[in-house]
Each structure stands twice: as C-alpha cells, then as structure tokens.
Nanobody, 121 residues
Framework: QVQVVESGGGLVQAGGSLRLSCAVS????????MGWYRQAPGKERELVGT???????NYAGSVKGRFTISRDNAKNTVDLQMNNLKPEDTAVYYC???????????????WGQGTQVTVSS
C-alpha cells in the first residue's frame, strides 16, 4: 500500500503565494519522479511540474518562473511553492509519485486526493 497525502491549499488573492506539500509513505522500493498536476473545472488534468530523481525540474509553460518544485528524497516529500498566483491557477492540485513497490516490479503512478487552490481577482 502506498499513501500520497497533500496539504496546503486554500484561498488567496491574485499576486499572492501558497505552498503545497505532499508526503508519500507505505510500501516504497524506489521513487522515479514526484510532481504536481492540476485540474480546473471543465478541463483535463494537466502537468504543473515534475522532478525526476537526480534530474532537474520541468514545468508547464504557464507556471514557469512563478512556481518551484522541491523534493526531499530522504523524507519522500515534494513541495510546490506558488508565487504571483493568478485567477487562472485556480484548480484542484494533485500530487503524483512514480513508484516501484518492490525490486523487480514496474513503476506505477500514485495520486493524492487533491487539494483546492482558489485565486481571487
């Protein structure tokens, strides 16, 4: 069993900041990547940014320069610092982890329950 738990969403005015946190626990052999996705009402889920183990983060163009992903590999956590928020950033944000649960298993995606971020104009 793998648990993915997000925290830190809320309501903020345009131009403000929020920080989302995500912790992964349970039966984990290795994590290949951790990141964040979001889904606005009536839209498909989209990548916000992801960070592969040992690699550099990559971001969606709409958030580049405003959002920053950071990982703590020892704690299996990933944070998303969101600055200069815009109303179009309003969405449910989901933590994603690409995990192998045993040495010869395949990697699979695991998702958190989502946390609401609302940016008012």
């Amino acid at each position: 069993q793998v648990q993915v738990v997000e925290s830190g969403g809320g309501l903020v005015q345009a131009g403000g900041s929020l920080r989302l946190s995500c912790a992964v626990s349970g039966s984990i052999f290795s994590i290949n990547a951790m990141g964040w996705y979001r889904q606005a009402p009536g839209k498909e889920r989209e990548l916000v940014g992801t960070l592969y183990t040992g690699g550099s983060p990559n971001y969606a163009g709409s958030v580049k320069g405003r959002f920053t992903i950071s990982r703590d590999n020892a704690k299996n956590t990933v944070d998303l610092q969101m600055n200069n928020l815009k109303p179009e950033d309003t969405a449910v944000y989901y933590c994603n982890a690409y995990i192998r649960t045993w040495a010869w298993g395949s990697f699979n995606n695991y998702w958190g329950q989502g946390t609401q971020v609302t940016v008012s104009s």
